[in-house]
């Protein structure tokens, strides 16, 4: 499954880092998502983004900061993570944003040391 | 508000057997779908199938079926003939029309036996 993809798809950083985590999708659709999820939890929807515009935060810290170029292209930027924010992340797209099919990327695995 | 439950944090069964993962969920809207997608080790998170909830019929795909039992609120998913490669993680979700938000299940974690 090509339709998402996700770079990089494994990330080390230190907490005094600043990082950006890269999603880019080719089905055409028009809102995109990130996801975290980490052990033993379920998924937690972190941001959406419908026609480039942010329509959700979900009480996300500010040290996550979302943008959205285009309908294509999601990036996570990412500066001064705690340690506890070593996750999965996961990008998905749908036709529309509501409650449709999601298809997901591969995911960045991240670890903060 | 609109809960998902997964009742099974872990399930194994022989290759080649049939195996039934459960979910439940609790909502007040008329409509909405209903999905179970699949995270294999690899860590991508796959769709298997879709169910819309004003279809009666049961959505099937391949070897892969639900029992949608709208009024009991229940969306359980059958795997006939098990394969090694049907190993993951199984997380049922749900979607209302109303709402850009899916609500996820916690997992049920299969095992397929060699």
């Known amino acids: 499954e090509t339709g998402v993809t996700q770079t990089p798809r494994h990330l080390v950083m230190g907490m005094t880092n600043k990082k950006s985590l890269k999603c880019e999708q080719h089905l055409g659709h028009n809102a995109m998502y990130w996801y975290k999820q980490s052990a033993k939890k379920p998924l937690e929807l972190m941001f959406v983004?419908?026609?480039?515009?942010?329509?959700e935060n979900n009480s996300v810290p500010s040290r996550f900061s979302p943008e959205c170029p285009n309908s294509s292209h999601l990036f996570l930027h990412l500066h001064t993570l705690q340690p506890e924010d070593s996750a999965l992340y996961l990008c998905a797209s749908s036709p529309s944003y509501q409650g449709e099919t999601q298809y997901f990327g591969p995911g960045t695995r991240l670890l903060v040391l | 508000a609109q809960t998902v439950t997964q009742s099974q944090p872990e399930m194994s069964v022989q290759e080649a057997e049939t195996v039934t993962l459960s979910c439940t969920y609790d909502t007040s809207e008329n409509n909405y779908y209903l999905f179970w997608y699949k995270q294999p080790p690899s860590r991508q998170m796959i769709l298997v199938i879709r169910q819309e909830a004003y279809k009666q019929q049961n959505a099937t795909e391949n070897r892969f079926s639900v029992n949608f039992q709208k009024a009991a609120k229940s969306f359980s998913l059958k795997i006939s003939d098990s394969q090694l490669g049907d190993t993951a993680m199984y997380f049922c979700?749900?979607?209302?029309?109303?709402?850009?938000?899916?609500?996820w299940g916690a997992g049920t974690k299969l095992i397929i036996k060699p």
């Open positions: 979700a749900f979607g209302a029309h109303s709402n850009y938000q899916l609500i």
């Open positions: 983004y419908n026609f480039k515009e942010q329509t």
